[in-house]
């Protein structure tokens, strides 16, 4: 029994710690405009549910817009660049959408 408690007490104190490593500094600040029918969290989560989503889809739309010019060495650069603005859109219609508006600590 008292090994069951130290174990337990042990993996509590290992995610307290771990949960300390979670580099958050770069999340923006949601601020609440209107009646937002989510919290924070989950709004955010959504968002980047959907901002992930669409840099994938902006990649993929690159390279087969590549393919069909006959540009035959894309841009990793410019795919990437592309791809990260059209993420970076979409979580802040996301956000704007769930009745947040988003501060950015820069």
């Given at each position: 029994m008292a090994?069951?408690?130290?174990?337990?007490?042990?993996?509590?104190a290992m995610m307290a710690a771990l949960?300390?490593?979670?580099?958050?500094a770069n999340e923006p600040v949601l601020l609440a405009i209107g009646v937002p029918v989510n919290p924070p969290g989950v709004?955010?989560?959504i968002c980047m549910t959907d901002g992930n989503a669409m840099y994938g889809e902006a990649k993929r739309q690159y390279e087969l817009r590549a393919q069909l010019t006959g540009y035959a060495q894309a841009d990793a650069l410019e795919a990437e660049t592309i791809a990260r603005a059209a993420a970076h859109r979409q979580y802040v219609a996301?956000?704007?959408?769930?009745?947040?508006?988003?501060?950015?600590?820069?």
């Open positions: 090994v069951r408690i130290f174990r337990v007490l042990g993996v509590a949960a300390g490593c979670i580099d958050r709004a955010h989560s996301c956000i704007s959408a769930q009745g947040y508006r988003t501060l950015y600590a820069n």
